[in-house]
């Protein structure tokens, strides 16, 4: 099991200067945790190079950006993207003529999902494709890179891959009801997790948002040890959750989001850093804070533990910074309701006794059970229902700043870690704004 290691001192200023750079493997959508890391390595004078998981075709082969999808990617990262496919994953191989996986899923139930069966060694198979294909397209980006990078630049590889579930309609509806099910329309996770689409959704976890990581850290080992060789740093790094420290009953305390499945994929990843770290490798996964964004809006109650944020940077960072924080969430509020409210009504959901009994760090991560979905889903109902208007939400505003605070962090830190995997909690994150590298992020 990972050692719960929070990052409690701001790190040192990295060693990055103009000539080095930044590699995002995973490309750029929206708004998320790795715009923080952008952003932070433009701003000290890093190069930044992008990826792109490609685009399928209408007859689901995979492809490369068109001209035009590829201005659209470089105006979203600001910088160049190599337009070589880095898509992972397994649920669109089809071998030896055999369906592909979410071919043989277009006429799955969600009511079958306890017995949905599949053409024997086909899931071994497409991932066995899957795998090739993606290392074969790393080998042609680390190509790429040997050519664009001077062997004497400092090199941060940002792994930003997460995800998998399969593309077939069958999962929405369960994913739904695991996540904002109530009554007649709850269903318990691990009794998902048990069946045939669960161990299915598991394999694809394991494979988009664990091993890929190691596939990179394999598959760029020419250029990590050309670039070594000249004393330059190649560092890695890697996006993972595994809980977080926010203030509960006035104390730094660990919790979770329940249920969070994607994290038996997680920890997977973790140890991927480990054993990298391990042979030498600067490796390191870094657990961020619970946000909420266009890909999180599926976890219905996850945001819950963002607002202890804004006590967590009074505490922190202290009355000039946070009054106008708060004074702007109050903004976002309807009238008769508070910024003190709120937070209460936060802290009683993340304080309750129905938590206490499912939430253990060593045993994570835990399934749900009735009594907290619906505990849950109603106190995020209830805070939701807090504010004016719900396009405003407080939950954006803290959202940006954690992805903001944390690319800070990730990128000055990942020059000499202290190790393999660290939690980057809301007490640091306070820290930093009231830090002169972080003030003007609030």
């Known amino acids: ?25 995973g490309e750029l959508f929206g708004r998320g945790y790795a ?24 007859s689901g082969a995979l492809r490369p950006l068109t001209a035009e999808e590829i201005t659209e990617a470089e105006a979203l990262l600001g910088g160049p993207v190599i337009n070589i496919p880095l898509e992972a994953g397994f649920d669109m191989e089809s071998v030896n003529g055999i369906p592909s996986i979410a071919e043989q899923l277009k006429k799955a139930r969600p009511d079958d999902f306890a017995t949905t069966s599949f053409i024997e060694g086909s899931i071994e198979n497409a991932r066995a494709a899957g795998t090739a294909r993606l290392r074969a397209h790393l080998a042609q980006l680390e190509e790429e890179l040997l050519s664009r990078i001077p062997a004497e630049a400092n090199i941060l590889i940002a792994h930003a891959m997460a995800g998998g579930i399969p593309r077939a309609r069958v999962f ?45 850290i394999e598959g760029t080992a020419a250029i990590r040890e050309r670039n070594t060789a000249s004393g330059a740093r190649v560092n890695y790094s890697a996006y993972g959750y595994h809980g977080t420290g ?12 329940t249920p969070y499945v994607q994290g038996f994929a997680k920890m997977r990843l973790e140890k991927i850093a480990s054993e990298a770290t391990s042979r030498g490798i600067s490796a390191t996964v870094y657990n961020c804070p619970e946000i909420q964004t266009n890909s999180s809006a599926l976890f219905l109650g996850v945001e819950i533990s963002l607002y202890p944020l804004l006590s967590a940077i009074r505490r922190e960072a202290g009355d000039q910074i946070a ?15 508070t910024v003190s409210t709120l937070l209460e009504c936060a802290d009683r959901y993340l304080s309750s006794p129905v938590l206490d009994q499912i939430e253990d760090f060593s045993t994570w ?78």
């Open 323 to 337: 009054a106008p924080l708060e004074a702007r969430c109050q903004s976002m509020l309807k009238e008769g309701e």
């Open 246 to 257: 926010v203030l509960i009953n006035g104390e730094y305390r660990w919790q979770s989001y």
């Open 365 to 442: 991560p835990q399934h749900n059970t009735r009594e907290q979905a619906e505990l849950m889903l109603a106190a995020s109902g209830a805070l939701m229902e807090m504010h004016s208007d719900q396009k405003q939400l407080i939950c954006a505003e803290l959202s940006r700043i954690v992805f903001l605070a944390t690319g800070r962090l990730i990128l000055h830190s990942s020059w000499n870690p202290p190790a393999s995997t660290l939690w980057l909690n809301h007490d640091v994150i306070g820290q930093l704004l009231a830090d002169a590298r972080g003030a003007e992020i609030v």
């Open 172 to 216: 929405m509806p369960l994913l739904n009801r695991i996540f904002k099910g109530i009554g007649d329309k709850y269903l318990a996770s691990e009794l998902f997790w048990e069946s045939p689409l669960g161990r299915l959704c598991n394999s694809s976890f394991n494979e988009v948002t664990a091993e890929t990581f190691l596939y990179l």
């Open 35 to 58: 715009n923080g890391l952008v952003d932070e390595a433009r701003r000290i004078g890093m190069t930044v190079i992008g990826t792109t998981v490609g685009r399928r075709d209408t």
């Open 1 to 25: 099991m990972t050692e719960y290691r929070p990052l409690q001192q701001l790190p040192d200023t990295a060693g990055y200067r103009a000539g080095d750079v930044l590699v995002l493997v």
